[in-house]
Every structure is written in structure tokens, then in C-alpha cells.
């Protein structure tokens, strides 16, 4: 049903992130080795009340798939009409649920991780939604609410015989946020409970932490969020070790600059208003993580949060790189 877990595969997931995972920065994680993309997460009520901007966070290029678009909210009747329209419009090759949202407007609509604590509603809105729809349906959770109440491998159970296709699990609570270490022994858990696919997600850095998860957590794949903020290039230096067992070079200085100039110059280009100001405004935060492990990162912060255009960042880009070329050649 989902042919990226075939014959053994190990797919390289890019974790859906609001504000950060849209269609630009999908596609340049695509050409560095992501396999499986998901959408930012969007709003089922918003579908329905057909909001452009809603819809707008459906979009994707077909050179992204295996894409999915995924849908949060706590009705199964919406959540599965949604779900309609959007096969409808865009053909996706699969439908998310996003059940690990930790981010309180979201929980406090019913949505997101608040359905951990209620998982009969949690069953009935994956099951609407995998009757709604003729493409594949995948869940995303968290381990569980908090500590007291980690239930993943009851829920990986309830999700699985609802119909859905695979389980993506971050190894956090909902009490955590983003906040402590993921507990990849509750991932294992909840993989060995279930025999649906099931993908890690949470504090993969580099390639050694792939194989390390792959070869002792049973899960099917992982999914990359973070790292690929601040270094995206992760997804091709994993698949490197995966294939070699050897972590490659790291990307060279003008190489990274050259992404970084890329990235905003699409951005600008896909900006809906045109507005060069307004979206460079928008990226200083994708700038901010880019920014971090580079030489000197902490003034290249600072000058990042006033730039509203590409000549500026372009500016900043030389200076970085010149002044990185001087310190080496007086060592």
C-alpha cells in the first residue's frame, strides 16, 4: 500500500512543521534525499470553509511526491469531507493525520495530541477518514499526554484496526513540548505493538543516529524535523551512511551560502503578494537556523534580523565568506 516501505526500504521522512515545511522548502529537501514528504498541518474546518490560505497549504509540486497532506481537527464527519476535498483537488499519495500537535490553540480546538486523551474519538476520526478517501491514510502521535499517561502502543492498536497505514510516533509526551529527550525505548514500544510501518521521529541529527534507531527500535523508517532546519543536507549524508556506514564530509561553507541564497530567492519568487520585504521578513527565522554552526553564527544572527531583501542577505552571504577565507589562509 505504501511502496516506500518495500523490499526492505528505510524512508527518510521530513517532518511536517508549521511555518517551515512549505512547498519550497519541501522541494529543496526532495533534491537533498528526502524521501516521503508531509505538509504543514492543515485545518480541516478551513477546507470546509474553502479559506484560499487553507488551501494554499495543500499545494505541492509533483517532483515532491510521495507527498501527503495532513489534516488536523476533532469531528470525524469534517475531518473526513475534508479529507474528500482535497483528494479531489490534489490527488496526494496519502492522507496524514496529525494526532501529536503539542501547540495549545491547536489542542484546545480538540485537535492535534488533545485526542490521545480520548481515543474513541481518536478511532472514529481514523476511521471516517480512511472510509472517506481511496488513497492511503497515515497517523502522526506523540507517546502519550505526559508521563503518567504514555498509551502509544494501545493507540499504534486502536490506529491500526481503524485501517489507517502507518504510525509516525515522536518520542515525546505532549506536557514536553519540544523540550527533554525523545524516548526512543517508548517508540520501540509501540512498534513492536503493531504491524503497520512505524516511523521515529525526534532528535535525529546525523546519519549514525539513523542506523543507530533503524538497527535498535524496529521501527520502519525515520522522520527528520530539526536537524533539517539548520542543516538539511541531513537527508543526504543518511542515506550516505545508511548505504556506507561512513559519515561524509560536511558541506562546504559556500555551498551552504548558496542553499541559504537559493532558499530565499524562491521564497521571494513564490510569495503570493510579491512583496520582497514581507517575505524576507517571514525567512529571518529559517536565516536564524541556518545560521547555527556556522563560524562567527552568533553575529551573523543579529545582523539576520533586519534584513527585509535579497541584496542585503547577499551582502551579509560575501562578507561571511571573506571573512571566513582570511581567518583561514592566517592560520
Same mark, same amino acid.
Given at each position: 500500500?505504501?511502496?516506500?516501505?518495500?523490499?526492505?526500504?528505510?524512508?527518510?521522512?521530513?517532518?511536517?512543521?508549521?511555518?517551515?515545511?512549505?512547498?519550497?522548502?519541501?522541494?529543496?529537501?526532495?533534491?537533498?534525499?528526502?524521501?516521503?514528504?508531509?505538509?504543514?498541518?492543515?485545518?480541516?474546518?478551513?477546507?470546509?470553509?474553502?479559506?484560499?490560505?487553507?488551501?494554499?497549504?495543500?499545494?505541492?509540486?509533483?517532483?515532491?511526491?510521495?507527498?501527503?497532506?495532513?489534516?488536523?481537527?476533532?469531528?470525524?464527519?469534517?475531518?473526513?469531507?475534508?479529507?474528500?476535498?482535497?483528494?479531489?483537488?490534489?490527488?496526494?499519495?496519502?492522507?496524514?493525520?496529525?494526532?501529536?500537535?503539542?501547540?495549545?490553540?491547536?489542542?484546545? $480546538?480538540?485537535? +492535534?495530541? *488533545?485526542? =490521545?486523551? !480520548?481515543?474513541?474519538?481518536? #478511532?472514529?476520526? &481514523? %476511521? /471516517?477518514?480512511?472510509?472517506?478517501?481511496?488513497?492511503?491514510?497515515?497517523?502522526?502521535?506523540?507517546?502519550?499526554?505526559?508521563?503518567?499517561?504514555?498509551?502509544?502502543?494501545?493507540?499504534?492498536?486502536?490506529?491500526?484496526?481503524?485501517?489507517?497505514?502507518?504510525?509516525?510516533?515522536?518520542?515525546?509526551? $505532549?506536557?514536553? +513540548?519540544? *523540550?527533554? =529527550?525523545? !524516548?526512543?525505548?517508548?517508540? #520501540?514500544?509501540? &512498534? %513492536? /505493538?503493531?504491524?503497520?510501518?512505524?516511523?521515529?521521529?525526534?532528535?535525529?541529527?546525523?546519519?549514525?543516529?539513523?542506523?543507530?534507531?533503524?538497527?535498535?527500535?524496529?521501527?520502519?523508517?525515520?522522520?527528520?524535523?530539526?536537524?533539517?532546519?539548520?542543516?538539511?543536507?541531513?537527508?543526504?549524508?543518511?542515506?550516505?551512511?545508511?548505504?556506507?556506514?561512513?559519515?561524509?564530509?560536511?558541506?562546504?561553507?559556500?555551498?551552504?551560502?548558496?542553499?541559504?541564497?537559493?532558499?530565499?530567492?524562491?521564497?521571494?519568487?513564490?510569495?503570493?503578494?510579491?512583496?520582497?520585504?514581507?517575505?524576507?521578513?517571514?525567512?529571518?527565522?529559517?536565516?536564524?537556523?541556518?545560521?547555527?554552526?556556522?563560524?562567527?553564527?552568533?553575529?551573523?544572527?543579529?545582523?539576520?534580523?533586519?534584513?527585509?531583501?535579497?541584496?542585503?542577505?547577499?551582502?551579509?552571504?560575501?562578507?561571511?565568506?571573506?571573512?571566513?577565507?582570511?581567518?583561514?589562509?592566517?592560520?
Amino acid at each position: 500500500m505504501l511502496p516506500w516501505f518495500d523490499n526492505g526500504k528505510f524512508p527518510l521522512y521530513l517532518a511536517p512543521m508549521a511555518g517551515v515545511t512549505d512547498r519550497v522548502f519541501r522541494g529543496l529537501c526532495k533534491e537533498l534525499g528526502a524521501d516521503v514528504m508531509v505538509t504543514e498541518f492543515v485545518s480541516a474546518e478551513g477546507i470546509l470553509h474553502r479559506d484560499d490560505r487553507t488551501r494554499h497549504y495543500t499545494e505541492f509540486s509533483d517532483a515532491q511526491r510521495p507527498v501527503g497532506v495532513q489534516l488536523f481537527g476533532g469531528n470525524p464527519e469534517n475531518l473526513a469531507e475534508a479529507a474528500r476535498k482535497v483528494v479531489d483537488w490534489k490527488r496526494p499519495d496519502f492522507i496524514d493525520i496529525n494526532f501529536g500537535c503539542p501547540v495549545n490553540k491547536v489542542v484546545s $480546538k480538540n485537535g +492535534g495530541s *488533545s485526542l =490521545l486523551r !480520548d481515543c474513541p474519538l481518536l #478511532a472514529k476520526v &481514523a %476511521a /471516517a477518514i480512511v472510509k472517506a478517501v481511496d488513497v492511503p491514510v497515515t497517523a502522526k502521535i506523540r507517546i502519550g499526554w505526559d508521563q503518567q499517561s504514555i498509551n502509544a502502543p494501545s493507540v499504534v492498536r486502536l490506529l491500526e484496526e481503524a485501517g489507517v497505514a502507518a504510525i509516525a510516533i515522536h518520542g515525546r509526551t $505532549k506536557s514536553q +513540548g519540544y *523540550s527533554g =529527550l525523545a !524516548d526512543w525505548e517508548r517508540i #520501540a514500544e509501540a &512498534a %513492536a /505493538a503493531t504491524r503497520l510501518p512505524v516511523v521515529g521521529n525526534g532528535d535525529i541529527t546525523c546519519g549514525a543516529d539513523v542506523e543507530h534507531r533503524r538497527r535498535t527500535t524496529g521501527v520502519r523508517g525515520v522522520m527528520i524535523g530539526r536537524a533539517a532546519m539548520q542543516y538539511p543536507w541531513v537527508f543526504r549524508e543518511a542515506a550516505a551512511y545508511l548505504a556506507t556506514g561512513k559519515q561524509p564530509d560536511p558541506v562546504p561553507l559556500d555551498q551552504r551560502w548558496d542553499f541559504i541564497l537559493r532558499h530565499a530567492r524562491l521564497a521571494v519568487a513564490a510569495d503570493p503578494r510579491g512583496s520582497e520585504p514581507h517575505q524576507m521578513m517571514a525567512m529571518r527565522s529559517r536565516l536564524m537556523h541556518y545560521t547555527k554552526g556556522l563560524p562567527g553564527g552568533k553575529s551573523l544572527r543579529q545582523r539576520i534580523t533586519s534584513v527585509s531583501s535579497i541584496a542585503a542577505l547577499e551582502d551579509i552571504a560575501a562578507e561571511h565568506l571573506n571573512s571566513a577565507a582570511e581567518v583561514q589562509q592566517a592560520s
